[in-house]
């Protein structure tokens, strides 16, 4: 046991002692005669009574809602108070401390798992299939921002036909990381060497006519809270930024089956909130000025800015939709279960998922198709096939959406603008609403779960090492969590099952659902339900630089700068091919893709 482990463990003892009104030196530290050479905030304690009392009970209520008498209170505590450690708390925080004694890693998974899908509805069963649409791919540029900013599909058949290498690729972008990475700190790991043996393999691969596939030699960013073997992965947290992964995560392991190449780490805020991470904040190369927005902002900044063809991002509750927002790309979050989570950072495991962003819409189909796929050591992984087809019509499809979400004020005329285009996409159009949902009732699973995630983190003191310390960061809400109601905790789970069955019907109405990316529940809604979504660029507007809860990192003035704006697809579970067709046809629609950020 290191010193540090030793403290913490003393420190866990004496709050136990204290709690319980135990005599010897928990109580002796409570008392002014023994402690002469108290601290400030340690004189605001000496002489309290540690002892749990039915005062302290009746104090307690206030937290939970509760009122209990007198007579209650007394037999919760299950004796007198003067028998010191022998009532109902002193079992309980003994074996709270004992619980807390175990070592618990932070990749052990709860016993109890959530599953997106409801019994007695049926999913349509789907292969493992991808087709993309049928068009002329393009010559390829003379210049190297133009292969840069190309789509994967069209890298890719550039590759097939001999256009160009995957060394030559992977050279261009590793040239591009090198001019614009430290401006827009987006990457904070470079696996320079890494990338170029793996690009030579796949070119020595392709050589003798062993394609993987589609992403055979492809350069991407992967979110450093994805394990990479002998690679440091930070999970963008001062406590954690000389953490070194001894094996690869089941995506970086998936993606490297399929031939793809390996570019770096890309960052996230700390421990996947944010854009801060321990080495600065990641900007958007729409406007550096501001923060690429979190938690995804690294692939969100690398990807939008042409320093890969594609990143993975993860998703707990807006971090993949927020950053495809922010830098203009187009993003998708998979259904919750489609893609292992195994050897990445666990925040959330009822909520957390992994997903592609991509530039253009259409790439996410072929990202995905390598990401899917069951793992029998996830213990939310749902085996289920991925199929798309690029030659599938969008007249073949009815999309909904709530009038109510276009009137409100805060509305951008981007959104009412991507609206008309849909209207006019060929599809049917249908007008439905969303019932009244308790979202923000069943949101403590976020709060609790992550809580238990990061204990180690809160109960030693080590939060305080993290940049951001600000209220709603998580030091702070980990703090706040440890006075969520087991009960209510399970209630609040209870609900979101009711609210997993509305939903359902909500969806069933349609087969894609459209609507702004934010300024309605549907964000919060379907990250607890696991619905997917696909987010993408639908214009673009002129604004200052947008502050993120007013750190000091944001350079903020009076300047405008050109802006990308997004709005959102939803669908019914595992239906993402639906998502990528609808998604495809509004973009050609929406004619916005093609703009690339103006980096200098």
Request: with cysteine; proline share 5%.
């Amino acid at each position: 046991m290191t010193s540090d482990d030793q403290q913490l463990l003393n420190r866990r003892r004496i709050l136990a002692a204290a709690l319980l009104g135990g005599g010897g030196a928990a109580l002796g530290a409570c008392s002014p005669a023994s402690t002469p050479d108290l601290t400030s905030s340690d004189e605001l304690w000496a002489g309290f009574d540690a002892r749990i009392t039915e005062r302290t009970l009746a104090e307690a209520e206030k937290l939970f809602g509760l009122s209990f008498s007198a007579a209650e209170r007394r037999q919760i505590l299950g004796g007198p108070v003067e028998e010191g450690t022998e009532g109902f708390f002193a079992g309980q925080i003994a074996s709270l401390n004992k619980r807390r004694d175990q070592e618990i890693p932070i990749t052990l998974q709860p016993a109890t798992n959530f599953d997106p899908r409801l019994p007695g509805v049926s999913y349509p069963e789907q292969g493992n299939n991808v087709l993309l649409y049928p068009e002329e791919i393009a010559a390829i540029p003379s210049d190297a921002e133009g292969i840069a900013f190309a789509s994967v599909k069209q890298l890719s058949r550039w590759m097939t036909t001999g256009q160009i290498t995957s060394r030559e690729l992977t050279d261009l972008y590793l040239e591009r990381i090198e001019r614009f990475g430290d401006q827009l700190e987006c990457f904070v790991t470079v696996t320079a060497d890494l990338a170029r043996q793996q690009a030579d393999q796949a070119d020595r691969e392709r050589a003798t006519g062993q394609l993987r596939g589609p992403l055979h030699g492809i350069p991407y960013g992967v979110k450093d809270l994805l394990d990479t073997a002998g690679i440091p992965t930070t999970w963008g947290a001062e406590p954690y930024k000389d953490r070194v992964a001894t094996s690869d995560g089941a995506v970086v392991r998936r993606l490297r089956d399929a031939g793809a190449v390996l570019l770096g780490k890309t960052t996230l805020g700390a421990l996947a909130w944010g854009d801060v991470w321990f080495g600065g904040e990641t900007r958007n190369p729409w406007n550096p000025k501001e923060g690429a927005s979190g938690s995804s902002a690294g692939s969100g900044s690398a990807t939008a800015a042409g320093l890969c063809a594609f990143g993975i991002g993860t998703e707990t509750l807006g971090s993949i939709v927020s950053p495809s927002d922010r830098n203009g790309l187009a993003g998708l979050r998979p259904s919750f279960g489609r893609v292992s989570r195994v050897g990445a950072m666990a925040l959330c495991w009822s909520l957390d998922k992994i997903g592609p962003m991509c530039r253009y819409a259409e790439d996410n189909a072929l990202v995905l198709s390598a990401l899917n796929g069951y793992d029998e050591y996830d213990a939310g992984s749902i085996d289920f096939g991925f199929d798309y087809d690029g030659r599938d019509s969008v007249t073949d499809l009815t999309i909904g959406y709530d009038p109510a979400w276009f009137e409100a004020d805060d509305v951008s005329a981007v959104d009412r603008s991507a609206l008309e285009v849909v209207r006019n996409l060929g599809a049917t159009v249908r007008e439905i609403s969303l019932p009244d949902l308790p979202v923000n009732e069943i949101m403590g699973a976020l709060g609790v779960e992550s809580a238990a995630a990061f204990e180690a983190l809160t109960l030693s003191g080590r939060d305080d090492e993290l940049r951001r310390q600000i209220d709603n960061a998580w030091p702070n809400s980990f703090r706040q969590a440890r006075y969520f109601s087991a009960v209510d905790f399970v209630q609040g789970d209870r609900l979101r099952r009711k609210v997993m069955q509305d939903t359902h019907e909500f969806f069933s109405q349609v087969d894609i659902i459209f609507g702004p990316s934010f300024g309605n529940p549907m964000l919060s809604l379907t990250n607890f339900t696991g619905q997917p979504c696909l987010t993408l660029r639908a214009g673009f507007e002129e604004i200052t630089p947008r502050p993120f809860f007013d750190h000091p990192e944001n350079d903020t003035d009076e300047t405008l700068h050109r802006i990308p704006r997004s709005v959102t697809l939803w669908s019914n579970l595992f239906e993402e091919g639906t998502l990528i067709t609808a998604g495809r046809a509004l973009e050609a629609a929406l004619g916005v893709a093609d703009e690339r950020p103006p980096l200098s």
